[in-house]
């Protein structure tokens, strides 16, 4: 089956060598979002809820990319630097999803790239 690129100035370039996501079939796998705004390239703020709403405004712009939209996210990972943060997840995550709610994992890591608190990313599945 092929694979296409899905790539958007609406988030962060890619800073490695990875794609924003690939569309396979009528899946789509994105790569992990950090609170980066679009145009600078730098963090949003220091906040975390601040952190947490771009990274949710990142992921929406690929999701719209690749011709989806949230509520058909069928898997949704969250990194976070410090797990007590996690309720401010659960609080901003519902500005944008409505039940039925994706599968989810909350993931405790030591540190994530360019210093970010929070990084998701996730599974999307478009209707055929």
């Keep these: 089956m092929a694979r296409e690129v899905i790539n958007t100035e609406n988030a962060p370039a ?3 060598t990875y794609s924003q996501a690939v569309k396979v079939g009528t899946t789509v796998y994105l790569s992990g ?3 980066l705004d679009p145009k ?5 703020s220091n906040d975390v809820k ?3 709403h771009q990274v949710f405004k990142n ?3 690929v999701i719209e990319a690749a011709g989806g939209n949230f509520s ?3 898997k949704l990972n969250i990194f976070l630097t410090d797990l007590s943060c996690f309720p401010i997840v659960n609080d901003v995550m519902s500005e944008y999803f409505n039940a039925p ?3 989810r994992a909350a993931i405790g890591v030591k540190e994530l790239p360019k210093g970010a608190q929070v990084e998701m990313d ?4 478009l209707e055929g």
């Design 14 to 16: 890619a800073i490695g």
């Design 33 to 35: 979002q950090i609170p």
């Design 40 to 44: 600078t390239m730098e963090f949003v």
């Design 50 to 52: 601040d952190q947490i």
């Design 59 to 61: 992921l929406n712009a």
């Design 72 to 74: 058909q996210v069928a």
């Design 101 to 103: 709610y994706p599968a």
């Design 122 to 125: 996730c599974v999307l599945e």
